[in-house]
């Protein structure tokens, strides 16, 4: 399907690999609604071309104490470089998904700094910041599917399907594109 929306940069931090597949599921997802997508580690993603994308959604891990995981670190190190203007994002939307485990005390902590010090730098949130729980009854999916609601709404706001186009169904495992 030919069409004028971005492609979404789906930006991942993930100690043990439980964010990856998140951010996979997420990917998934968003190709059911049409959009093509860019997956790749936080450490992969130079910080001069982050304002190069339209939208990036990072799907974050919080790892021991309120740690960045390893694949995070040296993406959070540039990141909070004191010479990126405040103004940097200003043509990027984003969002956060973060996972972690609510019994700890900086829960998702990786997550709540990735999502404050990006709207810091200028990006434009799409939706509130998700906090994905281990301690929830349904796991970390139990938050990830309503704020994958709310990530949707959105961006079918923003972005919608031509007339006569519906959203792959959950019968679909896979899309190609």
């Known amino acids: 399907m030919e069409s004028d929306r971005p492609t979404i940069m789906i ?4 100690q043990t690999g439980t964010a990856i597949e998140v951010a996979q599921d997420l990917q ?4 059911k609604r049409y959009f093509n997508t860019q997956f790749s580690s936080m450490n992969d ?3 001069s071309a982050l304002p190069h994308y339209t939208i990036i959604l990072f799907v ?9 995981p390893d694949n995070m670190a040296t993406f959070w190190r540039n990141l909070l470089r004191r010479n990126i203007p405040n103004n940097y994002l200003r043509d990027v939307y984003y969002s ?7 019994t700890y005390a900086k ?9 404050k010090r990006v709207e810091n730098i200028g990006a434009i949130p799409l939706c509130e910041r998700g906090d994905g729980d281990d301690q929830h009854p349904c796991g970390l999916y139990g938050d990830f599917f309503p704020w994958c609601e709310m990530l949707f709404e959105t961006l079918m706001t923003m972005y919608p399907l031509p007339p006569g186009t519906d959203i792959i169904g959950d ?5 190609l594109v």
């Open 11 to 14: 930006a991942y931090g993930s």
């Open 28 to 31: 998934r997802l968003l190709q």
């Open 45 to 47: 993603i130079p910080i």
């Open 60 to 68: 974050c891990a919080t790892s021991g104490q309120g740690d960045v």
């Open 96 to 102: 956060v998904f973060s996972l972690g485990d609510s």
């Open 107 to 115: 829960y998702n902590f990786a997550g709540k700094m990735l999502y």
């Open 171 to 175: 019968d679909v495992l896979y899309v």
